[in-house]
């Protein structure tokens, strides 16, 4: 294999995990209505009928999604610095990421905002309509629009791009020697067994500052100092992950699954505890289930970058698709996830069928959304770099690789 193939078949792997991680937002906000504990923020669109199954969810994807985005972002950003140099990096990240969330916030805004109200009507009065006054003051029309929405990571990754065109000048300032020293200490701690417990540290420290330990986002444009640390470790670690990315891209591959089970037993401790906390038999410190829970992001975000290179570096017209459709996803997602679950708030089924059902309702309707008003649109050449053919079947394709 030639390394031009192998990069190529990297990039692919890298761009389809990115893909999958925007899709499971719909299994992850969808489940969010239907939790059977409340959210440490209680939202006005909750249903009635509850599972455990839909907590499990909530917590699962919200250990690795994030993280794994932030760590490809931090990738990319240096990746484009090395095609295209730190400006010609800003500019993409500018066109890419700030420009469709100033574009996309305030209609989206207004969209969240009517199925918010459409859904407290619904649970409130059994009936369709818009009533202010049934949700929580700070969602409420005429507050201050202090609030990104699930789009936060657009807003957040636009800073952390700025941040990086700023301080790459003065990283050349640093003697080279030391750069050596730190460069060799990440790659050392990276690739050890159980440097997921020294990288989880500083995540436990921030976590602590926070009831159960787990960073929860606010939405807020000034988000709190800790939502920054946090997400700014994962996007540091992808920054570093560049350089190295041979020797430890490899090592992913090969303990993907040693991760993914050690992963999961974390998981499963940190469930374990929280149940008993919330049931008054256990009490543990925000630090130690931070460490656990963050331990875990870390193995299963190793395991995921590794399962992705081994086994979905191929191009395929359905990957394909699905990659380039999934931006236009996450920026509609979250709405029709809450439109659908007012829909079937009033059904008398249990919340594991409307779970799968507000899925597949959400997916469908944003891919049609996708196919025919974005694909082949001035929204899609925002959003992907390029406008494709509108066509009424999914068919091999040439990504374009102008938008890593």
Same mark, same amino acid.
């Given at each position: ?21 925007? !899709? ?78 100033? *574009? ?23 009936? #369709? ?25 657009? #807003?957040?990754?636009?800073?952390? /791009? ?19 020293? *730190? ?44 939502? !920054? ?16 990315? %041979? ?40 630090? !130690?289930? /931070?460490?656990?829970?963050? /331990?875990?992001?870390?193995? #299963? ?76 649109? /001035? ?19 040439? %990504?374009?690789?102008?938008? %890593?």
């Amino acid at each position: 294999m030639t390394l031009n193939t192998f990069n190529a078949e990297r990039l692919h792997a890298l761009d389809n995990l990115r893909a999958v991680m925007m !899709w499971l937002g719909i299994v992850l906000h969808v489940s969010v209505i239907y939790t059977y504990y409340p959210l440490p923020l209680p939202l006005p669109w909750h249903d009635t009928q509850t599972t455990l199954f839909a907590d499990w969810l909530v917590a699962l994807i919200h250990n690795f999604r994030m993280p794994v985005f932030f760590i490809l972002a931090g990738f990319f950003v240096v990746l484009l610095a090395q095609r295209r140099g730190v400006k010609g990096m800003l500019v993409n990240r500018l066109k890419r990421l700030s420009l469709p969330f100033v *574009l996309l916030w305030p209609p989206i805004f207004v969209f969240m905002i009517v199925m918010v109200l459409v859904f407290a009507h619904r649970a409130a009065r059994g009936t #369709w309509g818009l009533d202010a006054s049934l949700v929580p003051q700070n969602l409420r029309p005429g507050h201050p629009l202090d609030n990104t929405m699930h789009l936060w990571f657009l #807003w957040m990754l636009s800073w952390f /791009a700025i941040a990086s065109a700023l301080l790459a000048p003065l990283v050349r300032l640093v003697p080279q020697g030391l750069r050596a020293r *730190l460069s060799g200490g990440f790659e050392r701690v990276a690739g050890s067994s159980l440097g997921f417990v020294l990288l989880a540290l500083p995540l436990a420290w921030v976590g602590a500052h926070y009831k159960d330990g787990i960073v929860t986002t606010s939405g807020y444009f000034l988000a709190p100092w800790m939502e !920054w640390v946090h997400n700014g470790l994962f996007f540091a670690f992808g920054l570093a992950l560049y350089a190295h990315r %041979v020797r430890l891209f490899a090592l992913y591959q090969q303990r993907w699954r040693a991760n993914a089970i050690a992963g999961f037993g974390l998981f499963s401790l940190v469930m374990l505890v929280k149940l008993l906390d919330r049931q008054g038999q256990l009490t543990i410190e925000p630090f !130690w289930i /931070a460490l656990c829970f963050n /331990a875990c992001t870390w193995l #299963w975000s190793f395991s995921l970058i590794g399962v992705f290179l081994r086994f979905l570096g191929h191009k395929h017209p359905v990957l394909d698709y699905l990659s380039q459709s999934s931006y236009w996803v996450y920026v509609i997602h979250m709405p029709l996830t809450i439109g659908f679950g007012a829909v079937l708030y009033s059904l008398d089924i249990p919340a594991l069928v409307k779970i799968p059902v507000n899925i597949v309702l959400t997916t469908v309707f944003a891919l049609l959304s996708y196919h025919l008003l974005v694909r082949s649109t /001035a929204l899609g050449s925002l959003l992907n770099g390029r406008r494709y053919p509108l066509t009424f079947f999914v068919r091999q394709v040439t %990504v374009s690789r102008q938008a %890593v």
